[in-house]
Structure formats: C-alpha cells, structure tokens
C-alpha cells in the first residue's frame, strides 16, 4: 500500500471513530463537519477532502454501520454448517442482538427516527441497507428446498404480496408467499424487541431483555420452522 493510500485509510478510520464518539457523546444533531473537525482537532477545511458536508458524513456513516452489522451477522451466520437452518436463523438472531447491545448509538442511528434534514440515498438502503435481508431470503429459499415450511397457510392473510414477491425475484430466489410472510414477520418480531429494549419503551422492565429476546427468537423459529422432532 503506497504513503497516500495508508494515510488515508488512517484518516478515513479515523473520521468513523470520530463520528462515533460524536454519536455517543452528542447524538444525531453532533455529526457535523465542524465537530467532526473539533473532535479530530483540525480546522474544517483540512476535512474537506474527504467529507464535503454533513450529508457526506452521513453517508460514509450509514455505509460504514449498515457493512459492518451486516458483516458481523454474516460472519456468525456462516459459521453454522449450511444444513442446520435452525442453527442458522439463532445465529442470525442473537448475532443481530449482540451487534445491536455493543453499538447501541449506531443501531439507532440506523433504524430510529432519521436524522433532521438527511434522507439515506436509495443506492445505499438497497445494496449494503438490505444485505441481512438477502440473507434472510436465502435462508428461507434453503429452508424450502429441504422441506421446511411456516406455520402460515395459503389463505391466512388477505394483503397483496406481489411486491414482495418480486422483491425476491429480483434477488434471484424464489420463496412460496407463506414463506415470505413469515420471514418478514419473523424479522419484525426481532427487530420489534430490540427497538424495545434500546428505546426502553412499555414492558422492557417487565422481564430481563435476555430473557425476553430468548422467548422472542424461540417464538420466531416455531413460526418460520414449526415444532422440532
């Protein structure tokens, strides 16, 4: 790797540190060039080359978050044996659990209540924003191909599903709409209870998050997989 090259990969690690720190300390409304800039001690201009503005730091921010959740998740997902599809939808699960608990800022960054004024640009939630979701989708496409299908029957639900059958299309996989549905839900249901416990919303003192998520993933996985042998 040339000089050039290592300084600004230094520089750029160093602007995600940063723009954590920012996050932690400051919340949404920190994350601007100008407290990028104090909290590197430097002068904004000497930033200019590699974030222009507040939307361009939000940007490299959002691409930096949604990556490395998703590779975090990936990684405990593909260390279960491709034939376990319980396994690997509990990996999955708590691997998003425990991303979530170790970058609470981040986690809410990302799927709270966006930051004022910014809008993730499309190309962003539909390549590194959906990767947990293509992986789903292949779960579930592998779910099937063994013979493993939810507890949701043809006729259970009145929607229109057209949308989300295309969504797997286009993704080169293709799932019956029961499984679909349920892997959407299944979904929601994790992300329903972090959002919970991160946000402490009603109920989160009721019963220790663990414990809860537990019941919680235990219930998806019925859902998704029905009862085991």
Same mark, same amino acid.
Request: no cysteine; glycine share 6%.
């Given at each position: +790797?040339? /000089? ?20 932690? &300390? ?25 974030? &222009? ?15 490395? +959740? ?33 970058? #609470?800022?981040?986690?809410? %960054?990302?799927?709270? /209540? ?7 640009? &499309?190309?962003? /939630? ?7 979701? %293509?992986?789903?989708? !292949? %779960? ?12 949701v029957m043809k006729g259970e639900?009145?929607?229109? %599903?057209?949308? +989300?059958? !295309? ?9 019956? #709409?029961? /499984? ?8 929601? +249901?994790?992300m329903g209870i972090l959002l ?12 220790? #998050? ?11 996985? !019925? ?7």
């Open positions: +790797m040339s /000089t050039r090259a290592e300084r600004r990969e230094i520089t750029q690690r160093a602007i995600l540190e940063a723009s954590s720190q920012l996050l932690a &300390t400051g919340g949404q409304e920190a994350l601007t060039v100008r407290g990028l800039a104090r909290e590197l001690g430097l002068v904004p201009s000497a930033l200019y080359r590699y974030v &222009t503005s507040r939307e361009d730091l939000l940007n490299i921010l959002f691409h930096h978050v949604y990556n490395d +959740m998703a590779d975090a998740v990936e990684a405990a997902h593909s260390a279960v044996p491709a034939a376990d599809i319980r396994g690997r939808w509990r990996a999955f699960a708590y691997a998003l659990r425990s991303w979530s608990n170790a970058h #609470p800022h981040e986690w809410i %960054l990302i799927n709270g /209540t966006p930051p004022h004024g910014y809008q993730v640009p &499309t190309t962003e /939630t539909l390549s590194s924003g959906i990767r947990l979701h %293509l992986l789903l989708v !292949k %779960l579930a496409a592998d779910a099937e191909a063994v013979g493993v299908f939810p507890r639900y009145p929607a229109d %599903l057209s949308a +989300m059958q !295309k969504f797997v299309t286009e993704a080169g996989v293709d799932v019956h #709409p029961e /499984t679909l549905v349920a892997g959407v839900a299944a979904w929601h +249901m994790l919970t416990e991160r946000f402490e919303f009603w109920g989160y003192d009721t019963i220790e #998050p663990g414990h809860y998520y537990d019941l919680i993933v235990a219930a998806s996985e !019925k859902l998704l997989f029905g009862d085991e042998d």
